[in-house]
């Protein structure tokens, strides 16, 4: 489920899109469509800044894999930029700390959203 715009929330599946917005700096949104999806085991989407830019900006890779373990599930979020448009920018040692250091917050946020 992803939650919109007014709080209605949207059962996420195949081909689906969503926005989020988000703040780098200033202020800016995103466009996904999910990529893959397996209910209870994998669900992946593809970034692309919306607007006109987003024909050069975009194309990262978010995935989340969810396996069943003694006592909960296991969860694993990667990143893959093989497909964005400025890999070339994203490869470098500051950007990868700063996305390593960001997934652990989701996945403590999620941590959190499960234990409640």
Same mark, same amino acid.
């Given at each position: 489920m992803v939650k919109l715009k007014g709080g209605t929330t949207q059962q996420l #599946?195949?081909? #689906?899109? @969503?926005?989020?917005?988000m703040k780098l700096?200033?202020?800016? #949104?995103?466009s996904n469509t999910v990529i893959e999806f397996e209910p209870d085991k994998v669900i992946a989407w %593809?970034?692309?800044l919306s607007?006109?830019?987003?024909?050069?900006?975009?194309?990262r890779i978010w995935r989340?894999? @969810?396996?069943p373990v003694e006592g909960g599930t296991e969860i694993t979020e990667t990143?893959?930029?093989s497909q964005d448009k400025? %890999?070339?920018f994203l490869k470098n040692d500051k950007m990868a700390t700063r996305t390593a250091e960001a997934m652990t917050k989701s996945l403590d946020?999620?941590?959190?959203i499960v234990a409640s």
């Open positions: #599946s195949l081909g #689906s899109n @969503f926005g989020m917005a700096g200033v202020p800016y #949104s995103m %593809k970034t692309v607007g006109p830019l987003g024909r050069f900006v975009g194309g989340y894999e @969810f396996v990143w893959d930029i400025q %890999k070339l946020r999620l941590a959190t």
